[in-house]
């Protein structure tokens, strides 16, 4: 990597780098830091990866070659509990595969996003946009996006442009980051007719706030969701982005970090599934936990923690990995449940899952305390999820997080 004084080449830029890992190209090994050695942290990402990508199709698996087309290898992420393809589990997966360096795993999925989940059609009110859930067969269940698939494949497919250089049509990888870039802030308000109806479809964010949206329609537009705020990205599209949106995500990665403070709880550091955009939860009918700690919710300390680690902006994001882990501990580190209220009374699923030993393992990356070593044991500990309602969240969110807290999910600037 070239270097320019202190500060990596790919970092100067005109906006204010903070201190982490984007100015330094330095990252933290949690595992390392507790005494593991690089051959143990190296076998346990592998033999995750291995389970959860080509383990048992019936038992541990939950990526699925499905055959060739033109382009290439197909294949996608299910699923496997509700049985359908995700627009966030599709994109999860490119962005495990460029940071573990499985280019025909990363390829494979990306030509099966754009095959069956891309809506390219220009009457369609969801044109530019990825369909948030397919049944395995490919066809839809949904012909609208939701917006952390979109985040998750701009900046695996920037990272992929980064670490492999960019090819022709759909593996011209930096190309496509820009297109979907600018479909999320720019698409037009439309109105048409989808396989389920009609919808009216506009931009993935609030312009005046300069927040993500929870989806771009608009009847359901209206608020956020406090685990699609990835300031982290944001920075990196500030500079890497087309021009002119630029200064809009720099200032859209300060207001999610502003965000996470005012959609937290004071007292537990938890997050709600849904929020206004002034952090209020949101109330909804048709999710009887939005308003709760429920299982988006599980990555929004992962969030704060990784943009702490990757530019240091915020010391408040080192608060809130205090709270939230001080928290937990005081409902037993290894019995404390999934589900709660914002001020701490325990729902109805009482499972001590997987996939939120993992999220609160990476909130160590900004912790201060020591209490967050425990959170790091755990995380080592925790086997490679199986049972079936663990396999697929729970799983991409055991392998991301593992990856974060080795120092192995890095950025690699596009090319």
Not at 22 to 36: D, V
Not at 189 to 217: C, D, Q, W, Y
Not at 269 to 286: C, E, H, K, M, S
Not at 345 to 357: F, K, T
Request: proline residues 6%; aromatic residues 14%; charged residues 20%.
């Amino acid at each position: 990597m070239l270097v320019v004084g202190s500060v990596p080449a790919f970092a100067q830029s005109k906006y204010n780098n903070g201190s982490g890992a984007f100015a330094t190209g330095k990252y933290r090994n949690l595992f390392k830091e507790e005494g593991h050695s690089a051959k143990e942290i190296d076998a346990k990402i592998k033999a995750g990866f291995k389970q959860l990508f080509f383990g048992e199709p019936d038992s541990e698996a939950v990526y699925f070659p499905v055959g060739k087309n033109a382009n290439g290898p197909l294949a996608y992420i299910s699923d496997v509990p509700h049985n359908d393809i995700r627009s966030e589990g599709m994109s999860y997966g490119m962005m495990i595969a460029v940071q573990l360096n499985k280019k025909t795993v990363f390829d494979a999925l990306w030509n099966y996003a754009i095959t069956n989940m891309y809506i390219s059609a220009k009457e369609h009110p969801s044109e530019g946009y990825f369909s948030w859930s397919l049944k395995r067969d490919g066809q839809p269940n949904a012909e609208s996006p939701a917006p952390d698939g979109e985040e998750y494949f701009v900046t695996a497919l920037y990272f992929a442009s980064g670490r492999w250089g960019n090819g022709s049509g759909i593996y011209n990888y930096h190309a496509w980051a820009d297109k979907i870039l600018t479909a999320m802030r720019h698409h037009p308000l439309k109105k048409g007719l989808t396989k389920f109806g009609p919808r009216t479809i506009g931009n993935m964010v609030n312009e005046e706030k300069k927040m993500i949206r929870f989806v771009p329609a608009t009847e359901t537009g209206g608020f956020s969701d406090p685990s699609y705020h990835l300031p982290h990205f944001y920075e990196l599209w500030a500079r890497w982005g087309p021009t002119e949106d630029r200064d809009f995500w720099y200032a859209a990665a300060d207001s999610s970090r502003a965000f996470f403070t005012k959609a937290t709880n004071p007292s537990t550091g938890l997050a709600p599934d849904y929020a206004n955009f002034d952090g209020t939860p949101v109330v909804i009918r048709w999710n009887k936990h939005a308003a709760d700690f429920s299982f988006d919710a599980w990555r929004v300390a992962s969030n704060w923690s990784v943009d702490w680690l990757w530019f240091k902006k915020t010391p408040e994001e080192q608060l809130l990995s205090d709270r939230i882990q001080a928290f937990f501990a005081s409902k037993g580190l290894a019995t404390y449940g999934c589900q709660f209220t914002l001020d701490g009374i325990q729902q109805l699923d009482s499972r001590h899952a997987s996939g939120l030993v993992a999220t609160n393992a990476v909130a160590s990356l900004a912790a201060k305390q020591p209490l967050s070593q425990k959170y790091v044991a755990a995380l080592w500990d925790q086997p490679v999820p199986q049972k079936l309602v663990e396999r697929y969240y729970d799983g991409l969110l055991y392998i991301m997080s593992l990856l974060h807290c080795s120092g192995n999910y890095k950025i690699y600037p596009p090319k």
